[in-house]
T-cell receptor, first 113, second 113 residues
């Protein structure tokens, strides 16, 4: 039941450049979240944007959400070597007992020194 | 300040063994989840629990069972390990309706030989 799909699957950029990753989804959502995963580790929650929000910032992260196009983007500005990781979007739909969250397959980001 | 703890980072088991993967969270979250992550397949939900002694099947429950005797602990059980269960296993917890996102453990990389 895959919903979010990230694009591109892999991205390599020079340190200092901006990195943009996109996520498309198919059904209604209450919010969309982005996670980061370092190699061989668990996922870390980065940022959440609610369905009534269009843009959100957190440090060097900027997330946009276009519910009419069912898409979101994650921008990392002034990338650093430590940003090398996989990034996942996750769509969330509230229900009575649990929030139905569906993860995409991720974008592998590699920052070149 | 580790919040979701998985008992083992790496585990090697033999085919046919009964395997227990333990997960403990200290955030008083109602919901807990077990995922497996495989290259090219992303995160797939095995089981989740929204309350003590309650459990729900995820997308790929076959070959697995779970136990939640206490709110803070959610165990994944491989009744008879097989080589196709070699994977990275991720535990997560959340509080429903808050949309705060999941908190993940560091993962257990299980190899079945």
């Amino acid at each position: 039941s895959q919903q979010g799909e990230e694009d591109p699957q892999a991205l390599s950029i020079q340190e200092g450049e901006n990195a943009t990753m996109n996520c498309s989804y198919k059904t209604s959502i209450n919010n969309l979240q982005w996670y980061r995963q370092n190699s061989g580790r668990g996922l870390v929650h980065l940022i959440l944007i609610r369905s009534n929000e269009r843009e959100k910032h957190s440090g060097r992260l900027r997330v946009t959400l276009d519910t009419s196009k069912k898409s979101s983007s994650l921008l990392i500005t002034a990338s650093r070597a430590a940003d090398t990781a996989s990034y996942f979007c996750a769509t969330v739909l509230f229900s009575n007992r649990d929030d139905k969250i569906i993860f995409g397959k991720g974008t592998r980001l590699h920052i070149l020194p | 300040d580790v919040k979701v703890t998985q008992s083992s980072r790496y585990l090697v088991k033999r085919t046919g063994e009964k395997v227990f993967l333990e997960c403990v969270q200290d955030m008083d979250h109602e919901n807990m989840f077990w995922y497996r992550q495989d290259p090219g397949l992303g995160l797939r939900l095995i089981y989740f629990s929204y309350d003590v002694k309650m459990k729900e099947k995820g997308d790929i429950p076959e070959g697995y069972s779970v136990s939640r005797e206490k709110k803070e602990r959610f165990s994944l059980i491989l009744e008879s390990a097989s080589t196709n269960q070699t994977s990275m296993y991720l535990c997560a917890s959340s509080s429903p309706g808050t949309g705060d996102g999941y908190t993940f453990g560091s993962g257990t990389r299980l190899t079945v030989v």
